[in-house]
């Protein structure tokens, strides 16, 4: 076809990148195909030919045993017959000379193809043509013998026992045509894991009476050890002709498509993890010129990958990964509006204290610098702990934990000891500590994200959210550094971990349900939570006089408590209670619920 700008023809060539491939296919599946379908005939032609064989040879030796056995020991036998013989009346017909004679003559028969006749016995005919009875099987006296013996043996087919013919027809047929039958194919045996085929034939007394038939089942042995010869020597062949098959397509293959194969092998090495791959161009033809085509792409494809890795990382600082595995998103470009879905998590919130006036003493640069000194040493904490940050407000971090509540309480705890290290920075660089409190609390969360088409953003709505943002701010009415809920203490998976104090009965704004409140002492210096840790029995043993009205007392034990822990405003706030109730009474209803104003 001619170019574009006006020029010769160029000439198009079309390259077949799998052309070794389907020359090593094509060779295989017609190798295969016609080795398959002759060792299939050959297969067929001698089993058919075997099974003839064995055939005969069954047949043969069933009529041969009708006239080596005793026809009329066999036919008195069987005038003993009836169903259902009482044990000793068997007994005594299987110890019978009658009996013994025509067994051993049966196992002389058996003996002639030892090695190939598993069972030999007589059975005769009923009123019922799918039913028969043994009169002899040539195993009952052996059997009989192992088992005095004390080992395990088959079922024995004792004299006169039922035979259910009906799952066998020709054996049907041999009691009624009173001829010669055999089988017309194997039957597999699952218990000795053996094909067998069985003959049947008639037994006449001298006065030419039916007495019954003569049945002689006989193994494939023989017949498997000639198939497996063959067999063998049939792969043998074919595996042979596979292997030349495979050579020369091969080397056929090899001739024609090396460069292709080479350039194949590069670019499958290409891929995310390994980039910097390129093709080694050693020719101008067809191939050359893909190689060259390859590289171009491969740049083009490892810029863009850079780009786009770079993106999502800086784009996962401000949607967290961890939200993006909540809502079951592989990348921020799968989430759309309205993605949501429901979890168990715990909420922890935190804030500076009187962050307000501090920060109206520094410049906004200070602030930043200051906010961003302050949560780069926060984070850590909270990842450390199985948790993610969800947001900052302001100097407010809003953090989840998808695991369980006990991570929480540990970053909670881990967050005021990081702020020890950091304070101690501060008043090296001449600047006075700061204070934080922290809220924990563990419930139904709804997960996802909210807004417009043209800008959303990931959040999380539950009342536990806006609740674990009150305890956060009664942490400045008690004075506390952790405070946490009850229904978070009762979540825990090991509650002795931590060290806490029931502190209150509150009902925030927004509620109508009180709440139990619980200060986790873990978070203050070693020495006050040591301290908080000596009295946290007579606390709780004030608390209970306190909601059980008895106030005189419950101001005696936390009169004398503040006397020793000044700073402990838990004991001040009781205190105060006390006093105001003894001096006014307590309403009828009371129920010690405080209704406070968390903001």
Known sequence: MADENGGGRVKTVRVNFSLRLKIILTFLIVGMAVSGLLSLSVYSILNAGLLRQMQGRVLDLARLG?????????????????????????????????????SDQLNRVRGVESKLVRYIYTFAPTDDPK??????????LRDK????????????????????????????????????????????????????????APVFARNGTF????????????????????????????????????????LLGTLFTHGIITLDRVVRTFDKDNMDVRSNVRSRDEV?????????????????????AAFLEAYGKFVPHEFLRLLEKGSILDVKLGDQTQKDMTVLFSDIRSFTALSESMTPEQNFNFINSYLRRMGPEIRANGGFIDKYIGDEIMALFPHKPDDALAAAVAMQKKLITYNADRAKSGY????????????????????EQQRMDGSVIADAVNLCSRVQTLTRVYGSSILTTGQTLRALTDPRRFSYRFIDRVRVRGRQEAILLFEILDGESEDQARRRASYKDEL????????????????????????????????????????????????????????????
Request: charged content about 25%; some cysteine.
């Open 145 to 200: 013998a192992r088992q005095v013996a004390g080992e395990k043996t088959e079922d024995i087919s004792h004299f006169s026992s039922v035979f259910d013919i009906s799952q066998y027809p020709v054996a049907e047929r041999a009691l009624a045509a009173r001829v010669p039958l055999v089988e017309d194919s194997w039957s597999w045996d699952p218990d000795f894991k053996v094909n067998s085929i069985t003959g049947y």
């Open 66 to 102: 009708t006239n080596v056995v005793d026809t009329e020991a066999l036919a008195r036998l069987r005038a003993r017959i009836a169903k259902d013989l009482p044990p000793d009346v068997t007994d005594r017909v299987e110890s019978s000379a009658d009996f013994r004679a025509v």
């Open 432 to 451: 006075g500590p700061i204070a934080i409190g922290v809220g924990v609390n563990a419930g139904k969360l709804m997960l996802g994200t909210v807004g």
């Open 131 to 140: 039913t028969a009875l043994y009169i002899v099987d040539g195993d009952v």
């Open 211 to 250: 007495v019954g038939v003569l049945a002689m089942d006989m193994v494939d042995t023989d017949v498997r050890a000639i198939i497996s010869n063959a067999t063998t020597i049939a792969l043998a062949v074919v595996a042979a002709a596979l292997a030349l098959t495979v050579a020369s397509s091969i």
């Open 288 to 308: 050359g010129r893909l190689s060259i085509s390859f590289n171009h792409m491969a740049e083009t494809i490892q810029e863009f990958s850079a780009r786009q």
């Open 540 to 599: 709780a043993r004030a608390l209970r006089l306190y909601f059980g009205r008895n106030f005189e007392d419950c101001r005696e034990i936390v009169v004398r408590l503040r006397a020793a822990n000044a700073d402990d405003k838990i004991l001040s706030i009781y205190q105060r209670r006390c006093e105001n109730l003894v001096a006014l009474g307590a309403p009828a209803d009371w129920q010690g619920v405080e209704e406070i104003e968390a903001r």
